[in-house]
C-alpha cells in the first residue's frame, strides 16, 4: 500500500502555550483518516514532531508513506542532518514510528491552498484552541 500523510503542529504561545497537531492519511488517493490532539503547555516544533508520530503510527502495515509538513525544523532533520538538540524523546519516538515503513519526508508550502495540508492546520488549530479552554 501507498500512504501520502498531511501534517501540521500548531502552538498558540510559543513557547510554554497551548498546542495542537494533526495528521490526514491518504491511501491510494483516497482520504481515509484524520487524527488530532494537543497538549496544555508546548511548543510548535513539538507539535510538528508529534503530528508525524501519529501519522505514522496510524498506518499499520510496512508502507511508503510519502509525509508532507510545513515545518522546515522536522524535514530538514530528518533530511539534511540538522542536529537533534531538543525534544530527543519525540525523535525517538519519531525514528520507532517510521521504522517498519519506507518513508519519504516531504517540505509543503503551508498557507499555499494544498487541501491536506490546509485541512491539517484546521485540525492543529482546532485542537490547540481546546487545549487552551481546558489549561
Known sequence: MTYTIYTDGSC???????????AVIFR???M???L?????ITTSNRMEIMAAIIGLRAVREPS?????SDSQYLIKTLTQGWKRMKNLDLWTQLDHAATPHDVVWQWIRG??????????DAL???AAR?????A
Open 12 to 22: 498558540l504561545k510559543n513557547p510554554g502555550g497551548p498546542g495542537g497537531y494533526a
Open 28 to 30: 491510494e488517493g483516497e
Open 32 to 34: 481515509i483518516q484524520e
Open 36 to 40: 488530532s490532539g494537543g497538549d496544555a
Open 64 to 68: 511508503v508513506i510519502t509525509l508532507y
Open 111 to 120: 498557507h499555499n491552498g494544498n487541501p491536506g495540508n490546509v485541512r491539517a
Open 124 to 126: 492543529a488549530n482546532r
Open 130 to 134: 481546546l487545549h487552551r479552554a481546558h
